[in-house]
């Protein structure tokens, strides 16, 4: 200690030219995305020390391995935002991914003040990182087909393209760029990445697709035959128990190898105009001179599963075990079915495990054998219950290749398998291999045999469980510095916990909406048992047609995000979560608009579709509702860092806000904006925040049913579906008959698009029957009108600016290259897109920095604000210093208040306080 504060004292005569204590902060708002955890835990290879990553504090932690097993914290390292994935490199060197901040952390863990050495700027949202290839020298890390950092145009509108990558980099050789040179960048044709795996030798790498499909698709609306299953239609049903005919809707159709049929087993290939050859694992050849896919069959496993968590491969066998569920999303209906017949009440997904063997072998496990399926809804908790698992998500195996470790985020469990069994089939759950873990919400997971210790990430308190794998229990518990708000923590577990919420305690919310997003899946969920409703009265204007009644029969629904709810209205695709009160943003008239009440009443959902014998209390319902509202979108990874847009997409923002173009009669025109309003809050995070798409209006009439008018936040996530049959009256009319091939387009990633029922391919093709028909006097007069439109709704503002989490660190050697990036973080920072921090360390002591009215306030009070000219100079001194935009007034606490108790860390530090413990102060 006395050594510690002899540094600390020079940190201070260093720096220090005067300057007096300053009144605490006002406690800062907390952005909150929810990002999924992939590999969270990891141990060096003396098992000497846990590193963990701290997703809502924005950090890694590091755990000394006492001899009994326990953990005791050596240090905390402030990385990028929203880190969801750690690996070891050696006992001197930890790699971290920062999913927001689309960055790596490569971390100096042998130095007495563990640091960021070096920041690797990655795609979107990258997630998981092995070691493999010679000596294990090459660093492979998985991130979308996109991002401001890619030296690639992503070709958002062009049909065949993988959307999923793997960054190779020689961790011996990193390269001068700014944000490194990769060695090569794998593209696979999937859908966005999540998941990486490592063969015993090292020479493979496995690389999953994260929300792959399941071989459904749809068949849009305007090419099925009207009059229902008699005439060639929608299958019976085609009325409610009243006997009201349903609307017209589309169909969701499965292909089963050789066709694509429907429930009743009808074909309709000629209506798909497409392929899905469900590529979900791919083999990477990883000690190649230029690491890429194994060819032929030999690099890919199809039908693995629809949406894919984790990996890990036998050491003995090499056989790969994988994590996902199966969605059942070609079964329509939800509720009791007593009219419908078969529903996915209680039975949405299939949790599995599937094994993957020697010639392209696939051999999907379902790990809730016990369940019978024709019973459902008992009281909670029950005998059945309390077997099952629900979301699978990180594993561990034995070094003899017999014992599987799993960690069941749905149900606050660790479940051991035998390998054996499992390959067999030949399974069966067990009280007797299931731990109990006491933070709840297990993402991860470790084994220590030699200590006979397994660590245990639990994200719903951001704490370890240790277990020990003799007793089969847990023996310790410690917990990590979170900033989140109480009402994020008492919320979460209701998006996840399927013991919970369903009464089989297998299936959550979480099972369609993936870590509170969606699983690029259509959904026919309704009620033929139900009856014909009202809709919301908040019709966008009288010319926008009649308020069609809300019927039961409702068709499919591309799943929607959970994102981003604030200040947007009603829920669901036709606004028929609505509720009366006050909304939370005091939009005009209350009622409808509110979306306590809208999410709130979604609470049926866990009776009529979960399976639970009963909805929510009203309280647990309310924290639900409280959470959820938190969680927001990310920055638009296609706009710009600067956010200034290209000329393709200027131009078509300027047409959305300008042009005149849709209308039905001549005086009643009106722009894109003026249905899917933009409207910009000063702050993502104040009361108001903002417009995005949609004011939370509905329109009458549009496909034959109310819809509310979507927002537009999300539309670069949704690209992967090319093809589109002729003949529909709707969307292929004359004008537009020219702008599309109506050819067979060959493989694809993903069978659902745009529009409600995801059966557009692009939003051109949603965007041209508005503007571009025989009644509209304006509206597109070419192709390229509507392909740059569609370019400015692929880059549309979301609640961030595109700049925040982006990060660098500057070093002694890298000025030159790094310089115009960290000046062009100063400068969104000085135009309020975000505010800028930056970790440097002098005299072994982490130094923190806010960026304000353009000098940097420090962690210590007596140290006067810096100059961006002595910042710089400070990495001078041997150490780097990271700079990192965060979202609008996380800055102070996240540079320089760390616990937001308003007392600096350095003060805390020097004063012998915990900068991590808001109830320890100096």
């Not at 020689?170 to 090569?184: D, H, I, Q």
């Not at 990430?457 to 951001?462: A, G, K, P, S, V």
């Not at 005299?843 to 006067?864: H, N």
């Amino acid at each position: 200690m006395e050594t510690r504060n002899l540094c600390i004292s020079s940190l201070v005569t260093l720096l220090t030219i005067g300057g007096t204590l300053e009144s605490a902060q006002a406690a800062a708002p907390f952005a909150a995305f929810e990002s999924g955890q992939v590999r969270p835990l990891a141990l060096n290879s003396s098992r000497t020390r846990l590193y963990a990553v701290n997703t809502p504090d924005n950090r890694l932690e590091i755990y000394k391995i006492k001899h009994g097993g326990g953990l005791e914290h050596e240090a905390s390292v402030p990385v990028g935002l929203e880190p969801v994935a750690v690996a070891v490199r050696s006992d001197d060197e930890v790699w971290v991914v920062n999913h927001l901040s689309d960055s790596v952390s490569i971390v100096d863990v042998d130095d007495p003040t563990p640091h960021v050495k070096r920041t690797l700027l990655v795609g979107d949202e990258p997630r998981d990182i092995v070691f493999a290839g010679p000596g294990k020298s090459r660093a492979f890390i998985t991130a979308a087909h996109r991002g401001q950092n890619a030296p690639f145009d992503p070709k958002l509108t062009t049909p065949g393209i993988g959307r999923a990558d793997v960054w190779v980099f020689n961790a011996n050789s990193l390269g001068s760029n700014l944000g490194g040179s990769p060695l090569t960048i794998v593209n696979l044709f999937s859908d966005t990445p999540r998941a990486l795996a490592v063969s015993p030798s090292g020479h493979r790498v496995y690389a999953a697709s994260f929300v792959s499909g399941n071989r459904t698709a749809v068949v849009a609306l305007g090419v099925i035959p009207d009059g229902g299953q008699g005439v060639g239609g929608i299958p019976l049903p085609n009325v409610n128990h009243a006997g009201v005919p349903e609307p017209d809707m589309s169909l969701i159709v499965k292909y089963d190898g050789k066709h694509w049929v429907d429930e009743i087993g009808r074909w309709w290939d000629s209506k798909i105009k497409f392929n899905l050859p469900d590529k979900d694992v791919f083999v990477i050849d990883a000690n190649a001179g230029t690491p890429a896919v194994l060819p032929g069959n030999s690099g890919f496993y199809r039908s693995v599963g629809t949406v894919i968590f984790n990996m890990i491969v036998n050491p003995q066998s090499g056989k790969v075990y994988v994590s996902n569920t199966e969605a059942r999303n070609e079964v329509r209906f939800e509720g009791h079915g007593d009219f419908a017949g078969s529903t996915v009440r209680g039975h949405t997904v299939d949790n599995r495990i599937t094994v993957l063997g020697s010639g392209n072998s696939v051999h999907p496990r379902d790990l809730n054998k016990h369940i019978d399926r024709d019973d459902c809804c008992d009281e909670i908790p029950n005998d059945t219950g309390a077997l099952s698992v629900s979301q699978t998500l990180g594993m561990a195996i034995s070094a003899n290749g017999r014992t599987l470790y799993t960690a069941v985020l749905g149900n606050d469990k660790v479940v051991l398998y035998d390998t054996r069994d499992l390959e067999d089939d030949d399974h069966w759950p067990d009280d007797i291999d299931q731990i109990a873990v006491s933070g709840g919400g297990p993402t991860g997971l470790v084994l220590d045999e030699q200590r006979d210790r397994l660590y245990v990430l639990t994200r719903f308190d951001n704490g370890i469980s240790i277990i020990d794998t003799d007793d089969r229990e847990e023996i310790a518990h410690v917990t990590m510095h979170n900033p989140e708000p109480a009402s994020l923590v008492a919320g979460r577990r209701f998006l996840y916990d399927a013991a919970l919420t369903s009464s089989n305690g297998d299936q959550s919310c979480a099972s369609c909406h993936i870590f509170g997003d969606k699983d690029e899946l259509a959904w026919d969920l309704g009620d033929p048992d139900g009856d014909v409703t009202a809709p919301p009265n908040i019709l966008k204007d009288s010319f926008f047609g009649f308020q069609v009644p809300l019927h039961p029969n409702k068709g499919p629904m591309t799943t929607q995000s959970l994102r981003g709810l604030a200040n947007h209205g009603p829920m669901h695709w036709r606004g028929d979560r609505n509720g009366e009160g006050q909304g939370v943003n005091a939009q005009p008239n209350g009622g409808a608009f509110s979306e306590v009440a809208a999410f709130n009443a979604f609470n049926v959902a866990f009776e009529g579709l979960l399976g639970r014998n009963e909805p929510l209390t009203a309280q647990q319902m309310q924290a639900f509702t409280d959470f959820q509202l938190q969680v927001m979108y990310p920055p638009n990874p296609i706009r710009a860092l600067d956010d200034s847009l290209n000329a393709d997409q200027q131009f078509g923002r300027d047409f959305f806000m300008n042009v005149e173009t849709f209308s039905f009669l001549p005086e009643r025109k009106f722009t894109c904006e003026g249905c899917h309003r933009l409207d910009l809050a000063a702050n993502p995070t104040d009361a108001h925040p903002g417009f995005f798409g949609s004011d939370g209006e509905v329109v009458g009439g549009e496909f034959s049913q109310t819809f509310k008018i979507p927002h537009l936040r999300n539309m670069y996530t949704k690209v992967g579906t090319f093809g589109f049959p002729g003949g529909d009256p709707v969307f292929n009319d004359p004008i537009a008959s020219g702008f599309y091939d109506p050819s067979h387009k060959g493989d694809q990633i993903r069978g659902f698009g745009y529009t409600h029922d995801g059966s557009k391919d692009t939003p051109m093709r949603f965007f041209n029957a508005f503007v571009a028909t025989p009644v509209t006097p304006g509206g597109f007069t070419n192709f390229e009108q509507m392909r740059k439109v569609a370019e400015f709704t692929f880059a549309f503002d979301t609640n961030f600016k595109p700049v925040v989490g982006q990060q660098i660190s500057l070093t002694a050697s890298n000025g030159p290259v790094v310089g115009p990036r960290i000046n062009l973080l100063r400068q969104r920072a000085d135009a309020g897109d975000c505010d800028l921090i930056a970790k440097a360390h002098v005299g072994g002591v982490e130094l923190g920095l806010f960026y304000s009215g353009g000098a940097y306030v420090t962690s210590f009070s007596s140290i006067p604000p810096l100059s961006d000219v002595a910042v710089r100079f400070l990495a001078q001194t041997g150490k780097p210093v990271t700079y990192t935009c965060t979202p609008p007034g996380s800055g102070y606490r996240l540079g320089v208040d760390r616990d937001g108790d308003g007392h600096r860390d350095g003060d805390e530090v020097l004063h012998h306080s915990d900068p991590a413990d808001p109830s320890d102060t100096p």
